[in-house]
T-cell receptor
Framework: SQTIHQWPATLVQPVGSPLSLECTVE??????LYWYRQAAGRGLQLLFY??????ISSEVPQNLSASRPQDRQFILSSKKLLLSDSGFYLC???????????FGQGTRLTVV | TQLLEQSPQFLSIQEGENLTVYCNSS?????LQWYRQEPGEGPVLLVT?????EVKKLKRLTFQFGDARKDSSLHITAAQPGDTGLYLC????????????FGGGTRLMVKP
């Protein structure tokens, strides 16, 4: 069966520090991968998606970047965090565009 | 950009009451998904509706896709405390390669 792992679960980082969140998927090949950010109790904003290794599409301009170094690995990064980067970050995968999305447990990032 | 508006944003009801959550857009979607999210976790798919006018039932939950495929509703009968959570609708655009567009979510609290 397919599983998705996202870590860490919580993270407190000072302003200006770098960020690296990692997400890995098991049990499937060539998945679509996504990074979402969610404001408290609200909907999901798509940040990045990838349909293959090295292929990254950004939905919104921001202080973050994403990379897909391997088929089932998706990384969210920042060189210098801002206070506004605080939030709940969710990684997800799907078999194709518009199909069911399977989400990781999320990372609660607090920038102080 | 396709937008989905959910209403109400918050709903607090007593156990046993009925409720309806709405998901509206001015855009046409090829399909629409409903997710439920617990605090600190990722959303989990409840149902996907594809055909205009389609009605799907999942125990006490009834999902309907509008005839024009621009809107959807979720009706819960005899709500229980276990139904508490964030309910998210997500639409799939008509164009190939379109990502899921999420609504802002409805936070439901069912009091015993």
């Amino acid at each position: 069966s397919q599983t998705i792992h996202q870590w860490p679960a919580t993270l407190v980082q000072p302003v200006g520090s770098p960020l690296s969140l990692e997400c890995t998927v098991e049990g499937t090949s060539n998945p679509n991968l996504y990074w979402y950010r969610q404001a408290a109790g609200r909907g999901l904003q798509l940040l990045f998606y990838s349909v293959g290794i090295g292929q990254i599409s950004s939905e919104v301009p921001q202080n973050l970047s994403a990379s897909r170094p391997q088929d089932r690995q998706f990384i969210l990064s920042s060189k210098k965090l801002l206070l506004s980067d605080s939030g709940f970050y969710l990684c997800a995968w799907s078999a194709g565009s518009g199909t069911e999305a399977f989400f990781g447990q999320g990372t609660r990032l607090t920038v102080v | 950009t396709q937008l989905l508006e959910q209403s109400p944003q918050f709903l607090s009801i007593q156990e046993g009451e009925n409720l309806t959550v709405y998901c509206n857009s001015s855009s046409v979607f090829s399909s629409l998904q409903w997710y439920r999210q617990e605090p600190g976790e990722g959303p989990v798919l409840l149902v996907t509706v594809v055909t205009g006018g389609e009605v799907k039932k999942l125990k006490r939950l009834t999902f309907q896709f509008g005839d024009a495929r621009k809107d959807s509703s979720l009706h819960i009968t005899a709500a229980q405390p276990g139904d508490t959570g964030l309910y998210l609708c997500a639409g799939v655009g008509n164009n190939a390669g379109n990502m899921l567009t999420f609504g802002g979510g409805t936070r439901l609290m069912v009091k015993p």
